[in-house]
């Protein structure tokens, strides 16, 4: 089994999984990397859209398997779609905005700002779901890397896409490419 975990091809792209809550998204992300699938949480664009705004981005090569896997751990999704000439269409969820001394990191409608010398937090806005004040207060004045999760502490979309941010945000302030 291993031998096909480590000979699956880079993500490519080519399909979506599209599915109608986002817990399920995060089920069959969760799911479907533990499996070794290499995948990527995307929104789709508009006219695919369905149920909620996330989906997985994957190589449709692998769509047999991606469907049994999930069918097996009983993660409900709507169905898999070719993006033929649309793959460009894709909304990447992660942007980076650069303020000098702060960079600001959009995931979806959630942004995390921090200052680039210390890695310290001084911001974050966006969402409007309730578990927002506590994820802001547990997160302001942390550096990136020591500040809590917010997949750990939240229950909504905004903490998944505010997690995204932080960890873009910890990977920037640790030298790593923007996206």
């Known amino acids: 089994m291993a031998v096909f975990k480590n ?29 070794g699938y290499q995948v990527k949480l995307v929104a789709p664009p508009p006219e695919l859209r369905r149920g909620c705004d996330l989906a997985l981005e994957i190589n449709l090569v692998e769509q047999p ?21 649309s793959a460009a269409a894709i909304l990447e ?10 960079l600001m990191v959009k995931a979806a409608n959630m942004k995390l700002t921090f200052e680039k010398k210390t890695g310290i937090i001084v911001n ?38 505010l997690d995204r941010a932080l960890e873009e945000a910890i990977n920037l302030y640790r030298g790593g490419e923007r996206p």
């Open 93 to 102: 969820l992660v942007r980076v905005t650069d303020f000098g001394d702060w």
């Open 7 to 35: 000979s699956r091809p880079a993500l490519e792209g080519g399909g979506l999984v599209l599915f109608d809550a986002v817990p399920e998204a995060m089920r069959g992300e969760k799911a479907l990397k533990k499996a």
């Open 124 to 161: 974050t806005s966006g969402g409007g779901c309730p578990d927002i004040p506590v994820l802001h207060a547990a997160m302001l004045d942390k550096r990136v890397d020591q500040a809590p999760r917010p997949r750990d502490i939240g229950f909504t979309l905004c903490a998944l896409m």
């Open 65 to 85: 398997g991606i469907e049994r896997l999930l069918e097996k751990q009983d993660v409900l999704f709507i169905e898999v779609r070719p993006l033929k000439n």
